[in-house]
């Protein structure tokens, strides 16, 4: 009995032991938090990578756009396809025009700025003073259509020369019959459509035009919605005007699209010599911005601008834009993978003469 009792106790000690030896059972171990120190524009940034949602359905929140109401279809486009797959974001797009929309934008109010130009000098002074920092994203390519109502049977094409001597400051009160443009154009008066002022579209026009950014005749009727002038032109029939190539595409039965004359002969407007540059001066990049802290805070927002690059390509031309190559694509991504900051045009704002491939140099350097 003494030795089944000291048996025992000697093969609780070895339990024991082992149990002591043997490893501790892991505890659960916390999603790794990946610090990565990347040089950007100079100066050393970390970068912190956390996981991402396991699905669609852990992305929620709301993102809240606003700009350009030319870049607005875009996004509004790929927001609707973006919330199928994403049920729990919001993705609200407003127009308050390019200028409009910046001031919310480097005021904080907004998370994704659309954009039919690069981001203005003082656009950029404002964003710095308040703390803004921002991904500058190109995500199509534009013309802009020059328009007529379909009853004017005498204008066909339009050089730079004459939309400018229509357009210019100096114009306002006196350019105010079509027989003023060019000999031989009857005696009618002309009215005259346009973007509002807060409008990239007019900001890139009157460079494009005039020669200087926000320089016009202000005797012209503007609206920031591109569907307005729409309607305004197709009632008129001594009307001229100018938007995003996209409204003319969708409502053709309405306009009579005119060519335009830069030096080399009188071009139409299309998707073939917008991308290959033939259609000049008026063709340009189109652009999102991004709120750099905001993507730290809203997982939803990566998610949202890699759907967008993603789907760019179909969508964008869908809405009757011009998409970007692939490699620019992915140069955008990498972009905003690596939290670049800032504009690849410096704040320089409407820049005149953008091809496709200028966008690809840029986005390289």
């Known amino acids: 009995m003494r030795k089944l009792l000291r048996l025992a106790s000697v093969l609780f000690l070895v339990a024991i032991l082992a149990s002591a030896c043997a490893p501790a059972t892991p505890a659960p171990s916390e999603p790794t938090v990946i610090e990565i120190t990347r040089i950007v524009q100079g100066t050393p940034q970390v970068i912190t990578a956390t996981p991402a949602p396991t699905t669609p359905a852990d992305v929620e929140g709301t993102i809240l756009v606003d700009g350009s109401s030319t870049v607005a279809p875009i996004t509004a486009a790929i927001a609707e396809e973006f919330q199928a797959e994403y049920p729990n974001v919001r993705v609200p797009v407003g127009i308050s025009g390019t200028g409009g929309g910046f001031k919310k934008f480097c005021n904080g109010e907004t998370d994704i700025q659309d954009a039919s130009r690069p981001i203005k000098e003082s656009e950029a002074e404002v964003c710095k003073q308040n703390g803004i920092e921002y991904i500058e994203l190109p995500v199509a390519f534009d013309g802009l259509a020059v328009m007529v109502n379909p009853k004017n049977d005498f204008v066909e094409c339009l050089t730079v020369e004459e939309l400018k001597k229509i357009w210019e400051p100096e114009a306002e009160g006196k350019i105010t019959n079509w027989s003023q443009v060019r000999e031989g154009f009857p005696n009618r008066p002309l009215t005259l459509y346009g973007p509002g002022v ?26 920031e919605d591109d569907n307005v002038l729409v309607q305004g032109i197709a009632g008129d029939e001594n009307a001229l005007g100018f938007f995003g190539l996209a409204y003319y595409e969708e409502n053709q039965d309405k306009l009579k699209l005119v060519a335009v004359d830069g030096g080399k002969g009188c071009v139409l407007p299309n998707m073939d010599t917008v991308s290959n540059g033939t259609y000049q001066p008026l063709s340009r990049p189109l652009f999102i911005y991004v709120n750099r802290a905001r993507v730290d805070a809203k997982d939803e927002i990566s998610a949202f601008v890699a759907f967008y690059l993603k789907n760019a390509p179909t969508i964008v031309k869908e809405v009757g834009y011009i998409p970007l190559t692939p490699e620019i694509y992915e140069l955008a991504q990498k972009r905003y993978d690596n939290r670049v900051t800032g504009s690849i045009f410096e704040g320089q704002g409407s820049t005149v003469g953008v091809s496709l491939a200028d966008l690809l140099a840029k986005e390289q350097q």
């Open 198 to 223: 807060d409008s990239g579209t007019y900001d890139y026009f009157t460079a494009a035009i005039v020669g200087k950014e926000g320089a016009s005749r202000g005797d012209f009727l503007p609206s």
